[in-house]
């Protein structure tokens, strides 16, 4: 037996350095983009993520753009990875998704939303999910059910405002600044998203519900071994306890009575989908709802605040809405229509904002491409941050600016050079009620409130778009507008 022990090793040694010299021939025969693959193991990964954290992490793309071209070869999170900023080439992976291309996403967001999201769906299955959420979130769901419940929220939200708001905040620093604020919109966007999911009104249970998803977010872009990450262990045990206060709904509801939501159709499918099935399901539609409309509601404040032409036209537009109502009556579709220059401020706040900025695919198969290959196995980033970005694209295109979306003004802009809401079989599904969410809350700010920021803040990109205090303001209730 001690014979072979050694000979068991040098086996094993020699058979891994003939694989490694295998590919690492195979990988010189294909034409990869040109770039650099970093140190060994780590690559670039650090420089990405210092780019990321900073109000700047345009240059980490821009350079190799300048000196590789718009598609180049790096290396980060443990994988070779190509990157594109190239609309053309983003547009061929997102409308290859389950044919060329799969979606891969780091373990940690994988384990903490679960096997049976959407996210990770794929197939056939994805297809008929997709399309249900889709159809719980179409402009007609929107008109005819799901826009009174977005006004009256919004209403019933914005009415407990103070003189200092915090837009958006952690639930671990909450006690920390109880004197005057609170986290509206994270609020807002979490009793939205459960009331359209679950038919559940605001109270004590969806606030303890959205305090364990803050924690849950916070571990996916963490180290996803609970022994090493502190923040990761958290996220795991918050995880948990959603999933048993969303079972313990979908026991009751399969019982109980009838109503007409997502969590209704799931139930009422013909695909038998088990209780683990719909809480993973549930799951990660709750963390779309939630995380990413928060988010841009609070980036469209801080830009119409540093840009106060496009605050007065807005406020003009809104005037005009409210000044044919009176002041209780909610929203309407027509009004919501009439918002012309609002739309603008959505598709600006959107292509600067960059909240989705790319997606991370995993080629199925060795993939030509503008003259090069991408090996099987290799991730591929489609960057859409880099083409929102792109002064080639858009003019003085790092500058917010929504005029330049009326009537296409000075812009030229196919489908795949704006895409902030990805594309192909996984365009989010819930892009259209994102627009409305954003356009009420501006329509009640603008006409209720005065503000100015309560200090200086800055954006950061990692591990997900922010402001670095939450965004504070100091708000002024102004004057009812007359009916």
């Not at 994102?434 to 591990?463: G, Q, Y």
């Amino acid at each position: 037996m001690a014979f072979f022990l050694p000979y068991l090793f040098i086996t094993a040694v020699t058979s891994a350095v003939f694989f490694l010299l295998f590919r690492a021939s195979r990988l010189r025969r294909l034409r990869l983009p040109p770039g650099n693959l970093g140190l060994p193991f780590v690559g670039e990964t650090l420089q990405l993520i210092a780019a990321y954290k900073t109000e700047n992490p345009e240059p980490f793309i821009d350079e190799r753009v300048s000196r590789y071209g718009p598609i180049f070869t790096t290396h980060v999170f443990g994988e070779p990875t190509v990157f594109s900023a190239d609309p053309e080439t983003n547009r061929f992976i997102l409308q290859n998704e389950g044919k060329l291309f799969e979606c891969s996403y780091p373990g940690s967001i994988s384990n903490l939303l679960g096997k049976h999201s959407l996210l990770l769906m794929k197939g056939s299955l994805h297809k008929r999910m997709h399309s249900l959420t889709m159809s719980f979130a179409n402009s007609s769901i929107i008109r005819d059910h799901l826009l009174v419940d977005i006004d009256r929220l919004i209403r019933l939200n914005l009415d407990s405002w103070t003189d200092r708001v915090l837009l958006m905040e952690e639930a671990k620093k909450l006690k920390q600044n109880q004197e005057k604020a609170d986290i509206f919109l994270y609020i807002i966007t979490f009793e939205l998203t459960v009331k359209q999911l679950m038919s559940y009104d605001p109270g004590e249970w969806s606030e303890s519900l959205r305090k364990e998803y803050v924690l849950v977010i916070e571990g996916f872009f963490t180290v996803p071994l609970p022994l090493f990450s502190t923040t990761y262990r958290r996220a795991i045990k918050a995880r948990t306890k959603v999933a048993e206060a969303l079972s313990l709904i979908v026991r009751e509801r399969r019982r109980g009575e009838k109503k007409n939501d997502m969590l209704a159709a799931l139930l009422a499918g013909d695909d038998n989908f088990s209780d683990e099935q719909i809480v993973d399901f549930l799951v990660a539609l709750l963390v779309a709802g939630y995380e990413t409309t928060s988010t841009i509601m609070t980036l469209a404040v801080k830009f119409l605040t540093e840009t106060p032409l496009a605050l007065a036209q807005l406020k003009e537009e809104h005037e005009g809405i409210r000044a044919k109502k009176p002041e209780s009556e909610a929203l309407q579709w027509s009004d919501y229509k009439s918002m012309p220059f609002t739309q603008c401020v959505v598709n600006e706040t959107l292509r600067v904002a960059n909240i989705i900025s790319g997606i991370f695919r995993r080629a199925m198969t060795d993939i030509n491409i503008k003259g090069y290959t991408i090996p099987k196995g290799w991730k591929v980033f489609a960057s859409f941050r880099a083409v929102h970005l792109d002064p080639d694209k858009f003019k003085d295109a790092r500058t917010f600016n929504p005029w330049r979306w009326q009537n296409n003004s000075g812009i030229s802009c196919p489908a795949n050079v704006y895409t902030p809401f990805g594309g192909g079989p996984r365009l989010c599904p819930g892009y259209e009620l994102a627009r409305v969410e954003l356009s009420v809350f501006l329509h009640h700010l603008v006409t209720r409130f005065s503000w100015e920021p309560a200090e200086e803040d800055k954006l950061v990109f990692f591990p997900t778009t922010r402001t670095q205090k939450r965004y504070p303001i100091n708000v002024r209730r102004r004057n009812a507008p007359s009916s």
